[in-house]
């Protein structure tokens, strides 16, 4: 019931990662990411345990496909998940059990790997990576990518029945998330509305990673008494 991407910008090296469903609040239970080390989604009948695994065997130097294969070998009921990985290299692996929902299908390419289950067809995630790919080189942030990437998936298709959630998550030289943005449920198109918190959110970006770190360096924060 689900279509994700997860993805290297090539020339940041930030990580980031979309996961949009039929079910509520999707990203809490499949979006993974850790800078400096890959984005991973989890999905179908999700095992939440398998992203923060993936990660881990990255952080301590696998690369993608040696990740997917140790999951493979060490987790029962992999017939009946999707795990998609990223690494750090831009090196990517896709796993699509034979029980996996509907028509599923995946698609792969350098820095980004694209997959779904229950979709309207079996070509969503080329395009998907197509759209992405055409994007490359342009200067253009990843979160932007990634929103135009699930718009793309939804123009090919999307899911067979109605989309209801979706999550962005993004990282880039701090331990935690520079964006993390979730909507839970909603009766709209839960990606334009993504799209509308990306566009709030993305100015304030880099001075909440300032707040972090330093924040006598900050800006102010805009609220009443606040100089």
């Known amino acids: 019931m689900t279509f994700s991407v997860v993805a ?11 996961v949009s469903s039929s079910s509520p609040a999707v990203a809490a239970r499949c979006a993974n990411a850790r800078a400096g080390v890959g984005a991973v989604s989890s999905q179908n009948i999700t095992d939440p345990t398998l992203g923060p695994k993936a990660l881990d065997l990255l952080e301590r130097g696998t690369s993608a496909v040696q ?8 987790n029962n009921h992999m017939n009946y998940r999707q795990v998609l990985i990223v690494d750090k290299d831009g090196n990517t692996a896709i796993h699509s059990g034979e029980n996996s929902l509907g028509i599923f299908a995946q698609a ?8 779904g289950n229950l979709l ?25 990518r990634l929103i135009d990437v ?7 298709g999307g899911e067979a029945g109605p989309i209801h959630s979706i999550g962005m998550r993004l990282v880039d030289k701090v331990s935690w998330p520079v964006a993390d943005l979730r909507v ?7 990606i334009e509305e993504l799209a509308k918190l990306w566009d709030i959110y993305k100015p304030q970006l880099a001075d909440y990673v ?10 102010s924060y805009g609220v009443p008494g606040d100089e």
């Open 8 to 18: 290297r910008c090539q020339e940041t090296g930030m990580f980031g990662m979309a």
């Open 67 to 74: 990740a997917r294969d140790i999951l493979r070998q060490s």
């Open 108 to 115: 792969e390419d350098l820095n980004i790997a694209c997959a």
């Open 120 to 144: 309207d067809n079996d070509g969503i995630p080329q395009a998907m990576i197509n759209c992405f790919k055409q994007t490359e080189g342009k200067g253009l942030y990843l979160g932007d």
């Open 150 to 156: 699930m718009r793309a998936a939804l123009a090919a």
């Open 184 to 190: 839970d449920w909603t009766e709209n198109c839960p």
């Open 210 to 219: 300032t707040r972090g770190i330093n924040p006598s360096d900050a800006p």
